[in-house]
């Protein structure tokens, strides 16, 4: 039986567990190929390029006795699901972010980051630090919420001391 092409958009697991999503099918200009264009759905957002037969081919399964997929790259049956989730969660972002804005108070501020530290993601954290001039320096949403934590203690510091 033969595969499927994958079409942008789609995202694909690789046998050692890792998400991808397929960007574009592009033609090697080497060999004139068909070649796979994918980036990881986590992290650093890496673009990939495989071979396409190499991309769909069946997984080696005496090198990888363990693994649980039938082919090196497996297209992810739980893709909408994945993608109704994600916009659900941008939609509880957005309101989270809509009700940080109309916060005046830097105490306050805090108190909003500390009760809906478990919603928080990097959209959020990105919309907040620019709408309070603050500059990122981290890398994991952790981190940005800690510095972002400090910033507004140290704030609310300068601007304590400042009134007296």
């Not at 264009?37 to 495989?50: D, L, P, Q």
Request: net charge neutral.
């Amino acid at each position: 039986m033969e595969r499927r092409i994958p079409k942008a958009g789609d995202i694909y697991r690789h046998f050692k567990g890792r998400r991808y999503k397929i960007l574009h099918i592009a033609t090697c200009t080497e060999t004139g190929g068909d070649m796979v264009i994918f980036e990881t759905v986590e992290g650093a957002h890496k673009i990939y390029a495989s071979d396409l037969e190499v991309f769909l081919s069946p997984l080696d399964t005496a090198k990888y006795p363990q693994a649980e997929q039938k082919y090196r790259f497996e297209l992810c049956r739980d893709l909408w699901e994945g993608h109704a989730a994600e916009l659900r969660r941008q939609g509880s972002t957005t309101a989270l972010i809509l009700k940080f804005l109309e916060l005046e108070d830097n105490g306050d501020r805090i108190k909003f980051l500390q009760r809906h530290q478990t919603e928080i993601d990097g959209r959020f954290l990105t919309a907040t630090a620019e709408s309070l001039e603050f500059v990122e320096n981290g890398e994991s949403v952790e981190e940005r919420f800690a510095a972002l934590m400090r910033f507004l203690r140290t704030k609310m510091k300068y601007e304590g001391s400042r009134l007296r």
